[in-house]
């Protein structure tokens, strides 16, 4: 029975993926788990796996190429098995039978529906709703899940698979899983940039800072040669161009500003880098807490407007923006925000950023936000206003911490100041609502022992 590669749905927000490349070509023989392609998203890059075996009789799709979700882009067959039904009409437009988030079928299902593809990066089930059949590599007395291109990966760097945790479908080890481990052990890149919502970067709070490395830089063009280019949009870029849309012009922002004084703060940080060389604390990762902290004594900011009612999450999921390379932002969120210790966020933080900027982050990392925070600060920027990420009914905008003259009991001294704008959702936020929010979530800042409790 011949085998559909569909374009998977990776995440809510997605309509088309992007082939980026092909890992098989036609001819291969394919085994049940075998990494074929990878494909971008408007979130993340990951890589679809085959659901059946044979022989990857034809690519629909080609590197570069966009198509809608669900659309076939490639099958997988016995050598002798006819497929000439499912390439009519180039079967570009072919969906997934059954119910599915893309195009309708051109042409009516078989009896019997083909298994599909499954993306290996996601915990998402696949088209047909089946379970995703995995390869399983024995090591020693065990049997470990993992893709092909995750052995490969593993051999390479000599890591052991068993010591890993999968976080693909079945707990299944895949490419992200033993690159966050390799990241962990030193073995990355230097580390990402975390960025705000703003659309800016700010340094990572353990990298000398640099001019906002994920703009792609061009050469100088000769005298004469044309006045302009035309880029056409990515995948992320037309997903944030539709959101901003839907959050700027129907929602009713307003902003409130408020100045925090970070001496107590700055001890914090510099007493806890002192005392964990690794660990690292940066200014983001206190705020970060500090949010937490304050939505669970204001509930009423950690909501979000559903037109007929406004819902108030009992939980504090906590997003941070960070940018892409290539362009763009995603937000990964930090779940129980308000449960856990500046050291599990200041890592958790340092983690999620890293994946982020790569675009290798599971799509259940970056959805489910109840409140945002955006920093600008340390690109040297005093003070901004960041657009709501719906359906949420706020966020902050974090400008720089730096040291200025203030003025204490009728004379000036050197201070260390920050300032915080919140903008909401009036649907949601009332303005003195967001005051009062504001002025616990300064007297945290200004006061940071409450965060050991």
């Given at each position: 029975m011949a085998v559909k590669v569909l374009m998977p749905k990776g995440s809510d927000t997605m309509t088309e993926g992007k082939v980026l490349k092909w890992l098989k070509k036609e001819g291969d023989t394919i085994s049940t788990g075998d990494t074929l392609l990878e494909i971008e998203t408007d979130k993340v890059d990951m890589e679809v796996d085959a659901l059946g075996g044979g022989v990857l009789r034809k690519v629909l799709v080609d590197a570069?190429?966009?198509?809608?979700?669900?659309?076939?882009?490639?099958?997988?067959?016995?050598?002798?098995?006819?497929?000439?039904?499912?390439?009519?009409?180039?079967?570009?437009?072919?969906?997934?039978?059954?119910?599915?988030?893309?195009?309708?079928?051109?042409?009516?299902?078989?009896?019997?529906?083909?298994?599909?593809?499954?993306?290996?990066?996601?915990?998402?089930?696949?088209?047909?709703?089946?379970?995703?059949?995995?390869?399983?590599v024995g090591t020693g007395s065990s049997r470990v899940l993992a893709s092909p291109l995750a052995r490969k990966m593993a051999h390479e760097m000599g890591l052991?698979?068993?010591?890993?945790?999968?976080?693909?479908?079945?707990?299944?080890?895949?490419?992200?899983?033993?690159?966050?481990?390799?990241?962990?052990?030193?073995?990355?890149?230097?580390?990402?940039?975390?960025?705000?919502?703003?659309?800016?970067?700010?340094?990572?709070?353990?990298?000398?800072?640099?001019?906002?490395?994920?703009?792609?830089?061009?050469?100088?063009?000769?005298?004469?040669?044309?006045?302009?280019y035309d880029e056409p949009l990515s995948s992320m870029r037309k997903v944030i161009a539709s959101r901003l849309v839907e959050s700027k012009a129907p929602v009713p922002h307003f902003y409130l500003t408020i100045e925090v004084d970070m001496r107590r703060a700055k001890e914090l940080r510099e007493s806890a880098n002192l005392l964990d060389a690794q660990l690292k604390l940066s200014y983001n990762d206190?705020?970060?807490?500090?949010?937490?902290?304050?939505?669970?004594?204001?509930?009423?900011?950690?909501?979000?407007?559903?037109?007929?009612?406004?819902?108030?999450?009992?939980?504090?999921?906590?997003g941070m923006a960070v940018a892409v390379e290539g362009g763009g932002l995603i937000t990964p969120v930090i779940r129980d925000c308000d449960r856990k210790s500046l050291q599990d966020i200041s890592r958790e933080a340092k983690d999620l950023a890293a994946r982020a900027r790569i675009r290798k982050l599971n799509p259940e990392e970056y959805v489910g936000a109840t409140f945002s925070v955006s920093n600008l600060g340390m690109l040297g920027i005093e003070e901004f206003a960041a657009i709501i990420n719906?359906?949420?009914?706020?966020?902050?905008?974090?400008?720089?911490?730096?040291?200025?003259?203030?003025?204490?009991?009728?004379?000036?001294?050197?201070?260390?100041?920050?300032?915080?704008?919140?903008?909401?959702?009036?649907?949601?936020?009332?303005?003195?609502?967001?005051?009062?929010?504001?002025?616990?979530?300064?007297?945290?800042?200004?006061?940071?022992?409450?965060?050991a409790f």
């Open positions: 570069g190429k966009v198509v809608p979700v669900g659309a076939l882009i490639a099958v997988i067959a016995k050598p002798e098995e006819d497929i000439s039904a499912l390439l009519k009409g180039d079967g570009a437009a072919i969906a997934a039978p059954g119910p599915s988030h893309g195009p309708a079928p051109a042409h009516p299902p078989a009896t019997h529906p083909a298994p599909v593809a499954t993306p290996a990066s996601t915990s998402l089930p696949p088209a047909t709703g089946g379970a995703i059949p995995t390869e399983a052991d698979l068993a010591a890993l945790t999968g976080s693909g479908p079945g707990g299944r080890i895949v490419r992200q899983d033993i690159e966050r481990h390799s990241s962990v052990r030193g073995r990355a890149p230097a580390a990402p940039t975390e960025v705000s919502g703003g659309g800016g970067g700010i340094p990572s709070p353990f990298r000398a800072p640099s001019p906002l490395p994920f703009v792609p830089r061009r050469p100088v063009p000769a005298p004469g040669g044309p006045d302009f206190i705020i970060l807490k500090a949010c937490a902290a304050a939505l669970r004594e204001h509930p009423a900011v950690n909501a979000s407007f559903r037109g007929d009612a406004v819902r108030y999450f009992n939980r504090v999921h906590v719906p359906p949420e009914g706020a966020i902050l905008a974090v400008g720089a911490v730096g040291e200025k003259p203030v003025v204490v009991d009728g004379r000036i001294e050197a201070g260390w100041r920050c300032r915080l704008t919140l903008s909401c959702d009036h649907r949601v936020v009332d303005g003195a609502t967001g005051a009062t929010f504001l002025q616990t979530l300064k007297g945290i800042l200004e006061n940071p022992v409450y965060l």
